[in-house]
């Protein structure tokens, strides 16, 4: 089983549509993080969480909300989407990894595709 | 701020070697990471430099030099599975570590 989910992992809607991307994780890390990525641009951040309390706003954000339902689960929602919001989008979590060095290595889920029309 | 420079794409054959190169410019430096990226899957965990040197794992090793501003993924006997795109990332240092990531280099292994 993976340890990352994402749901759904495609998803077409319209303009002006409520939208809500889930992640779950079970990697039993305290970090967790919302990416999109566009062609030619890179990952970009758009929310980071440290724990159920802690909710950051990254370099994207407007336009979208987040929700830390648990240690395990953050969820990304597009309010009123709109068309460049049309991204792949990806959760990714962090926190200490066993071994000498800490890391905080960050792992991604497998991604959701939204097409906004 | 961080600004991360990496080559857009690179070509490479069946069993050679190739060199990918990362330069970065940034307001504080706490590691670099190396994820490797198929088209439309998720990114995956390379390897992870904080000191000077070489880290070696397997097939990959990372490079990286501080003083420079410089790391580079050394990938050898390419296979065609490792066509794909490199992704460089620098954690900046502060209360949160966020990673910066640089646009990638796709890679293309041919026979």
Not at chain 1, 31 to 55: A, C, E, H, N, T
Not at chain 2, 96 to 108: A, I, N
Request: with cysteine; proline share 3%; glycine share 10%.
């Amino acid at each position: 089983d993976a340890d990352v989910t994402q749901t759904p992992r495609n998803r077409i809607t319209k303009t002006g549509k409520r939208i809500m991307l889930e992640c779950s994780q079970t990697k039993g890390h305290d970090r967790m993080y919302w990416y999109r990525q566009d062609p030619g641009l890179g990952l970009r951040l758009i929310y980071y969480s440290f724990d159920v309390k802690d909710i950051n706003k990254g370099e994207i954000s407007d336009g979208y909300s987040v929700s830390r339902q648990a240690q395990a689960k953050f969820s990304l929602s597009l309010e009123s989407a709109i068309p460049n919001q049309t991204a792949l989008y990806f959760c990714a979590t962090s926190g200490r990894d066993r071994g000498f060095i800490d890391t905080d290595t960050q792992y991604f889920g497998p991604g959701t595709r939204l097409t906004v029309l | 701020g961080q600004n991360i420079d990496q080559p857009t794409e690179m070509t490479a054959t069946e069993g050679a070697i190739v060199q990918i190169n990362c330069t970065y410019q940034t307001s504080g430096f706490n590691g670099l990471f190396w994820y490797q990226q198929h088209a439309g899957e998720a990114p995956t965990f390379l390897s992870y430099n904080v000191l000077d040197g070489l880290e070696e794992k397997g097939r990959f090793s990372s490079f990286l030099s501080r003083s420079k501003g410089y790391s580079y993924l050394l990938l050898k006997e390419l296979q065609m599975k490792d066509s794909a795109s490199y992704l460089c990332a620098v954690r900046d240092l502060g209360g949160f570590q966020k990673l910066v990531f640089g646009t990638g280099t796709r890679l293309l292994v041919s026979p």
